[in-house]
């Protein structure tokens, strides 16, 4: 059964301290990997699609690397305004869409 | 990049009564897509709204509880029929980015936040 998995499901940080989020997936032919940014009484913000294992996307503070099992969201010197939940998605062979729980990231001054 | 406006985003309901969640985007789609979003757990799509014809639903939602409208190819409605307090969740209106609907870039409305008493 096709699944994805996101860890830590919370992640207090100090602004500054950097770390990664992990996005462990199951599915048959992915066609795609997408990473989102939420924020509280707001939808999902798109932030990256990587589509082949050893790809990567940066923006700002934000790279999001690629493997054939897990895809990581490294947070660079956070600041405050980087907490939120993202959120992680793949596209499986039938291009339907499944989603990971997410992780709540947040950044303390 | 799309902006979608919903209504309303936020409600209170009784039991057994039924609440219309409207998504407006502003340019033309294809396809609109509603999802819930449940406390803690993944986006869950509930439905593809097509213009023109009926919409095509997930397993496990079916129409007499969450009849949708698409009247046009800018407007939908989602109602959520007969509640129960099973059925407080976010409601998410979400369209294709302009790279086209199997690409992963969707662009969300900010949600219905619903809760039934």
């Known amino acids: 059964e096709d699944q994805v998995t996101q860890s830590p499901e919370a992640l207090r940080l100090q602004e500054g301290e950097s770390s990664s989020l992990n996005c462990s997936y199951t599915?048959?032919?992915?066609?795609?990997l997408f990473w989102y940014r939420q924020d509280p009484g707001k939808g999902p913000e798109f932030l990256f699609t990587l589509y082949s294992a050893g790809e990567e996307k940066e923006k700002e503070r934000l790279k999001a690397t690629l493997t054939k099992k897990e895809s990581f969201l490294h947070i660079t010197a956070p600041k405050p305004e980087d907490s939120a939940t993202y959120l992680c998605?793949?596209?499986?062979?039938?291009?339907?869409?499944?989603w990971g729980a997410g992780t709540k990231l947040i950044i303390k001054p | 990049s799309a902006v979608i406006s919903q209504k309303p985003s936020r409600d209170i309901c009784q039991r057994g009564t039924s609440l219309t969640i409207q998504c407006q985007v502003d340019s033309q789609v294809t396809m609109m897509f509603w999802y819930r979003q449940q406390p803690g757990q993944s986006l869950t799509l509930i439905a593809t709204?097509?213009?023109?014809?009926?919409?095509?639903?997930e397993s496990g939602f079916v129409i007499d509880k969450f009849p949708i409208s698409r009247p046009n190819l800018t407007f939908s409605t989602l109602t959520v029929s007969n509640m129960s307090p099973e059925d407080s969740s976010i409601y998410l209106c979400?369209?294709?980015?302009?790279?086209?609907?199997?690409?992963?870039?969707?662009?969300f409305g900010e949600g219905s936040r619903l809760t039934v008493l």
């Open positions: 998605a793949v596209r499986d062979s039938n291009y339907q869409l499944i």
């Open positions: 599915v048959s032919g992915l066609r795609g």
């Open positions: 709204a097509n213009q023109g014809s009926e919409a095509t639903y």
């Open positions: 979400s369209v294709a980015g302009t790279a086209g609907v199997y690409t992963g870039e969707l662009f």
